[in-house]
Nanobody, 127 residues
Framework: QVQLAESGGGLVQTGGSLNLSCETS????????MAWFRQPPGKEREFVAG????????ESAVSVEGRFTIARDNAKNTIYLRMTTLTRDDTAVYYC????????????????????WGQGTQVTVSS
């Protein structure tokens, strides 16, 4: 059964840090690029960061570059998102997702190219 389960969200003050985790089943992660997306209140879901299936490359949205770091541990079937220097603009529900196409050469930022999603974890940044 395909499962992705995010955890680690919560309430944090501006400037603080949070570490998100996404536990997956082996079928979800093997050979697949993985990504974190987020959906701020009243807005569409947007790409945050992605990591290639072999962890050789990562890509981040401009808005989080230098503050967020994506990583993966294939032995543990887990994806991570380290978030630092958080601002109120980072408030959103955060989702991890698996690329629909195994062994894709490039990390895609398009929501439609991810077909496996977790239930999301809420991150709220207060001033």
């Amino acid at each position: 059964q395909v499962q992705l389960a995010e955890s680690g969200g919560g309430l944090v003050q501006t400037g603080g840090s949070l570490n998100l985790s996404c536990e997956t089943s082996v079928d979800s992660i093997v050979g697949r690029n993985m990504a974190w997306f987020r959906q701020p209140p009243g807005k569409e879901r947007e790409f945050v960061a992605g990591i290639k299936w072999n962890a050789a490359e990562t890509e981040s949205a401009v808005s989080v570059e230098g503050r967020f770091t994506i990583a993966r541990d294939n032995a543990k079937n887990t994806i991570y998102l380290r978030m630092t220097t958080l601002t109120r603009d980072d408030t959103a529900v955060y989702y991890c997702a698996a690329d629909r196409l195994p062994w894709r050469r490039l990390i895609t930022t398009a929501t439609a190219e991810y077909d496996r999603w977790g239930q999301g974890t809420q991150v709220t940044v207060s001033s």
